[in-house]
């Protein structure tokens, strides 16, 4: 489909210009265009035309965007991963419930693997910075600090934002020890750090088929999904 487009600005500038020179539109002109159909043409097409003037651009028959504030959304959904090494001397912290164990996380905080990835999720499911950025590990006042306290600060941010727990799902991984006699403690104890019914709070636990750090010991991982819902 053939078309042609002509653009002319006004008011019409005067003087010749050099060839060799790039031409500033003048910043009060006003550009116009308008789209021909040639005698084959069956219909016409308007295009968005773009016209580049030396750093600045001039868009003709821009689509119309309506501002709006950020969406208030009905639910949000948030994904959080952490992962600590595992060495002698330190205590193993699962959900607030310390279980036995001759290995514990080495971290700046308690170490708390599943806590710290609720924390994240909740706060990625916000839209807000992670864990690292609002209790950096280079701050004194975090060391050996009890993760709970970070977990209370992420449900008050989701209440202040008008949210609140739709579910949660979350996965440890971790060779060794089994976490079966502890999971039902541990659930409970999240539900009652999230103030959320234990029914919308879920916990498994993987081994890692004795493959790499998990599998053989020296690490532990947790992965959570959270849905938020608007009150």
């Not at 996965?171 to 999230?194: C, V």
Request: net charge neutral.
């Amino acid at each position: 489909m053939a078309t042609s487009s002509s653009c002319y600005t006004s008011p019409i500038p005067t003087g010749i210009f050099p060839k060799n020179k790039l031409t500033q539109l003048p910043s009060t002109s006003v550009l116009s265009c308008f789209t021909r159909r040639s005698p084959i043409s069956l219909r016409s097409v308007s295009r968005p035309l773009v016209i580049a003037a030396a750093a600045n651009a001039v868009e003709v028959e821009k689509p119309a965007v309506a501002e709006t504030p950020s969406k208030i959304l009905p639910f949000r959904v948030g994904h959080g991963f952490d992962l600590h090494r595992l060495e002698p001397g330190y205590p193993l912290i699962i959900g607030g419930i310390n279980i036995p164990h001759e290995r514990g996380c080495e971290a700046h905080s308690d170490g708390d693997v599943l806590l710290h990835c609720v924390v994240d999720a909740i706060l990625g499911a916000l839209g807000l910075p992670d864990i690292g950025q609002i209790f950096p590990d280079n701050d004194p006042k975090w060391k050996g600090a009890a993760s709970s306290v970070f977990i209370k600060e992420a449900v008050r941010l989701m209440h202040e934002a008008g949210y609140e727990l739709g579910n949660l799902d979350a996965t440890l991984i971790l060779q060794r020890p089994k976490l079966s006699p502890h999971k039902e403690a541990i659930r409970d104890n999240l539900s009652l750090l999230l103030g959320a019914d234990p029914s919308v709070v879920n916990l498994k636990a993987k081994t890692h088929e004795k493959v790499d750090s998990l599998g053989e010991n020296r690490s532990i991982a947790a992965h959570t999904v959270v849905l938020l819902m608007k009150k």
